[in-house]
């Protein structure tokens, strides 16, 4: 069976960095697309980053273009997103998601068949 694991987050101040990791068990990497959303409180579950199986192509929300890169280790079978320059309003929980081959429409949660438990970032001040 398939499983999503998330790491890495945790309190940062404006401006901090934090890297969050997706362990994945069950299969390998190198036949998953992977993506992360995040959910802040009261508000839709939304996309933020997602890099391709064929040619690790990736693809950002505009509102973390710049500032977040993702990135997949597929020898560790292991997704990470680097989350720089963070702003109170990135705080949210933070979920992983993957699925066979590469999605049509990379930004919908539908495209993906595969999602971890979530990982908590709180940007203060």
């Known amino acids: 069976q398939v499983r999503l694991i998330e790491s890495g987050g945790g309190l940062v101040q404006t401006g901090g960095s934090l890297r969050l990791s997706c362990a994945v068990s069950g299969s390998t990497l190198s036949g998953f697309a992977m993506a992360w959303f995040r959910q802040a409180a009261g508000k839709e579950r939304e996309f933020v980053a997602s890099i391709t199986r064929r040619r690790t192509t990736t693809y950002y929300a505009e509102s973390v273009k710049g500032r977040f890169t993702i990135s997949r280790d597929n020898n560790k079978n292991t997704g990470y997103l680097q989350l720089n320059s963070l702003k109170p309003e990135d705080t949210a929980v933070y979920y992983c998601?993957?699925?066979?081959?590469?999605?049509?429409?990379?930004?919908?949660?539908?495209?993906?068949?595969?999602w971890g438990q979530g990982t908590q970032v709180t940007v203060s001040s």
């Open positions: 998601a993957a699925t066979y081959g590469d999605p049509l429409i990379y930004d919908s949660r539908n495209s993906y068949d595969y």
